[in-house]
């Protein structure tokens, strides 16, 4: 492969909804382009992307594809991102590390939810965004109808290039509005090849129509266009597409476009396109605001040759024989083969051995690499997704992925006890490749917990585990932190005595409980006086009762927000030591707390969900019978939809989010923090299992 320079490069996000046609356009791409020297399917499971076993399983993107094609002196590095909510992560990163956003909708289903969330995330970015109706020989396929559906649900902006000539198995040709011919494929055609040829006389009406709604449109976004528009004056084609690019940079038009990936017809107009319309990587001069790892000061980032190397780490994979593989999207500067880079973000060298560009599995090794390429390199030693990489002498740190928070949360553990190292391996490197999977140890409930954006997300984890590293583990509820407190006061005595024939065990105290506000905490108070504690036992006295409280009154959960005063006891000369008086702070907490009208504590999270107002009503009830408490309702951000505030129970909130995506069938969204802890009512208690049984509890 030949070295390509910035001007020469695009990138470009292939972003929709799950099935609605990315992968295979990413691999009719490259392969009409002849980068790819296979045209592969779904069906086969061998697409230039989906490689992974779990995708050829499913049939579904899992994570982040990266291929290329070679079109009209271009390198269009293309980007095949997930298109399930799961898997949102890899999608972002897809569109942080690319300039520009293909926008794929299915001929036959139109818009969907995971069409609309990509759309929104690509505009907030303020990448220019490109749309094409894909699959256009599946039966039922319909332009006007997924044009529509665009219109309604994305954005009124869009202005379609290209119409298709017939539909379906009918689908034979596509009309370029620019250059006013007809492409007319020729059948049994391996790559796309078509003639191109005066517009049919069954098709002149609806092109003149849609041309004069894509000039319209384009004269509006510039005024010295607009005028001559109205004057009657003809507008060349060249200076339609000129515009219509500048358009789209300040995100006035979207063009739309049409093709059937698997039969190849119309995926050259889209490289076309793409080459066209597209943004190169040096036009994308826009500033990147970065720390300097020197100190705290901000600098710019452009795509200049001559800068000092920067590059941003997108996504990691795992290799078999390889071990892991980083891809990383170049910012500024050039980077050759061998070259000795710095890890900004951890402070560590770095060496890029086997520099290579990335073809769906393959690696294809290459010399250098320009400002604004995409690259990859195998076996850095401490580099993982996130990190930016440049050089010692001016290290800079790039701002980082936004991946999105996780909405699920699973206790798991290995089916072998044998493999539990194994398993806290495997969870480590499986967070190192996708940031989205987090994992923690809870000291409190003595679990693994694993959290991720969806239950498929989780289930996929577990294959992964399972074929990387050979650990079979199992997915349970995670137990409640809950906690106990004391409603009343009491007081009493602890003493410990303790005769064994030699020196014995003695210990005596008097205390106080008395419950205190909520979150307030434990508070010890010394009143011994007269020495009938010996000072140095006062603090075994305040271990022995916080060691008690830990084990709970009711149900074996901690005990919070109390008070205790030591007021007097007793001590022997010989026997008395700390063990004895920790001891008599056991007993006494043991003997009093129970006539303090002990009471469960549940923990609550705070919810923010988003959802459209038609399921408003259905959230806000669902939230209600999870014992939710609803705070109040607001306009979302966006402008799109209600953002409900609520209250709710943890131990309510067990894959809220799962039910939330059936409830707004996939268009609500929820954010969730820890609030504290509320007194539960009677009824819910009473379900509470004792800690140390039942299935919850752990030793």
């Given at each position: 492969m030949r070295e390509y320079k910035s001007q020469e490069i695009r990138n470009i996000?292939?972003?929709?909804?799950?099935?609605?046609?990315?992968?295979?356009?990413?691999?009719?791409?490259?392969?009409?382009?002849?980068?790819?020297?296979?045209?592969?399917?779904?069906?086969?499971?061998?697409?230039?992307?989906?490689?992974?076993?779990?995708?050829?399983?499913?049939?579904?993107?899992i994570s982040l594809g990266c291929a290329h094609a070679e079109w009209r002196d271009t390198k269009i590095n293309l980007l095949d991102t997930p298109g399930y909510a799961d898997f949102a992560g890899d999608a972002i990163a897809g569109l942080v590390a690319a300039d520009g956003a293909l926008v794929t909708v299915g001929a036959t289903g139109g818009v969907e939810v995971g069409t609309e969330r990509m759309f929104r995330e690509a505009v907030k970015r303020a990448d220019p965004v490109l749309f094409v109706v894909a699959m256009m020989d599946k039966e039922n396929a319909d332009f006007d109808a997924a044009y529509a559906s665009i219109k309604e649900r994305l954005t009124s902006k869009v202005v379609p290039v290209e119409v298709p000539i017939g539909a379906g198995a009918g689908f034979k040709g596509v009309i370029n509005l620019f250059t006013k011919k007809a492409h007319l494929f020729k059948p049994g055609t391996k790559a796309g090849e078509y003639e191109e040829g005066p517009i049919p006389a069954s098709e002149q009406a609806r092109f003149e129509r849609y041309h004069a709604e894509m000039v319209e449109a384009i004269a509006a976004?510039?005024?010295?266009?607009?005028?001559?528009?109205?004057?009657?004056?003809?507008?060349?084609?060249?200076?339609?597409?000129?515009?219509?690019?500048?358009?789209?940079?300040?995100?006035?038009?979207?063009?739309?476009?049409?093709?059937?990936?698997?039969?190849?017809?119309?995926?050259?107009?889209?490289?076309?396109?793409?080459?066209?319309?597209?943004?190169?990587?040096?036009?994308?001069?826009?500033?990147?605001?970065?720390?300097?790892?020197?100190?705290?000061?901000?600098?710019?980032?452009h795509p200049r040759e001559g800068d000092p190397f920067t590059a941003l780490v997108f996504k990691t994979t795992n290799e078999n024989h390889v071990g892991e593989v980083s891809y990383f999207r170049t910012f500024s500067g050039t980077v050759a083969n061998g070259a000795e880079v710095y890890n900004a973000t951890r402070g560590a060298p770095e060496k890029l051995t086997h520099l290579a560009v990335p073809q769906g599995k393959e690696r294809l090794e290459v010399t250098k690499l320009h400002p604004g390429d995409i690259g990859?390199?195998?076996?850095?030693?401490?580099?993982?997704?996130?990190?930016?990489?440049?050089?010692?002498?001016?290290?800079?740190?790039?701002?980082?992925i936004p991946f999105?928070?996780?909405?699920?949360?699973?206790?798991?553990?290995?089916?072998?006890?044998?493999?539990?190292?194994?398993?806290?391996?495997?969870?480590?490197?499986?967070?190192?490749?996708?940031?989205?999977?987090?994992?923690?140890?809870?000291?409190?409930?003595?679990?693994?917990?694993?959290?991720?954006?969806?239950?498929?997300?989780?289930d996929v984890a577990l294959a992964r585990l399972k074929r990387q590293f050979g650990v079979e583990a199992k997915l349970r509820a995670p137990a409640i932190p809950y906690r106990e407190t004391l409603l009343g006061n009491g007081e009493g005595q602890g003493r410990h005595k303790k005769q064994t024939g030699g020196k014995g065990q003695f210990g005596d105290c008097w205390i106080r409980i008395r419950p205190r506000p909520r979150g307030a905490g434990y508070e010890f108070i010394d009143q011994i006086s007269g020495g009938v504690i010996p000072r140095q036992y006062i603090p075994a006295v305040d271990k022995g009762v916080q060691e008690a409280a830990e084990r709970g009154?009711?149900?074996?959960?901690?005990?919070?927000?109390?008070?205790?005063?030591?007021?007097?006891?007793?001590?022997?000369?010989?026997?008395?030591?700390?063990?004895?008086?920790r001891m008599a702070g056991i007993l006494a907490f043991k003997t009093i707390a129970p006539k303090c009208r002990p009471a469960l504590l549940e923990p609550l999270m705070t919810l923010e969900v988003t959802t459209p107002d038609a399921y408003l009503g259905d959230v806000m009830g669902d939230l209600s019978g999870r014992r939710g408490h609803i705070a109040g309702t607001e306009p979302a951000p966006d402008g799109h939809g209600t953002v409900v505030k609520a209250t709710v129970p943890m131990a309510e909130?067990?894959?809220?989010?799962?039910?939330?995506?059936?409830?707004?069938?996939?268009?609500?969204?929820?954010?969730?923090?820890?609030?504290?802890?509320?007194?539960?009512?009677?009824?819910?208690?009473?379900?509470?299992?004792?800690?140390?049984?039942?299935?919850?509890?752990?030793?």
């Open positions: 996000a292939v972003v929709g909804h799950g099935a609605s046609g990315k992968t295979t356009l990413v691999d009719a791409l490259a392969f009409v382009s002849g980068a790819s020297r296979r045209h592969g399917s779904i069906k086969d499971g061998t697409t230039l992307t989906d490689t992974s076993p779990e995708e050829i399983a499913h049939g579904y993107s976004t510039d005024d010295a266009l607009l005028e001559r528009f109205f004057n009657g004056e003809e507008i060349p084609g060249e200076e339609e597409m000129n515009a219509m690019k500048e358009a789209m940079k300040r995100a006035e038009l979207f063009p739309l476009l049409a093709c059937s990936s698997q039969l190849t017809w119309g995926v050259r107009t889209v490289l076309d396109f793409l080459v066209q319309l597209m943004p190169s990587a040096y036009e994308m001069e826009e500033i990147h605001a970065l720390k300097g790892a020197e100190g705290a000061r901000t600098v710019e980032i990859c390199v195998a076996k850095l030693r401490n580099t993982h997704t996130n990190d930016t990489l440049s050089t010692k002498e001016h290290p800079v740190r790039l701002p980082a999105p928070d996780a909405l699920v949360r699973f206790a798991i553990e290995a089916t072998a006890r044998a493999d539990e190292e194994k398993l806290q391996l495997g969870l480590h490197r499986l967070h190192d490749e996708d940031p989205t999977i987090q994992t923690h140890f809870e000291p409190e409930t003595h679990e693994t917990i694993i959290e991720g954006l969806g239950e498929r997300h989780l009154v009711m149900a074996g959960y901690p005990v919070v927000d109390f008070a205790v005063e030591c007021f007097d006891g007793s001590y022997h000369s010989v026997d008395s030591n700390e063990a004895s008086f909130l067990h894959l809220y989010a799962t039910k939330l995506q059936s409830i707004t069938h996939g268009h609500g969204s929820v954010r969730q923090r820890f609030e504290g802890f509320e007194l539960m009512p009677h009824e819910a208690a009473a379900k509470v299992p004792v800690r140390g049984k039942g299935k919850e509890a752990e030793e």
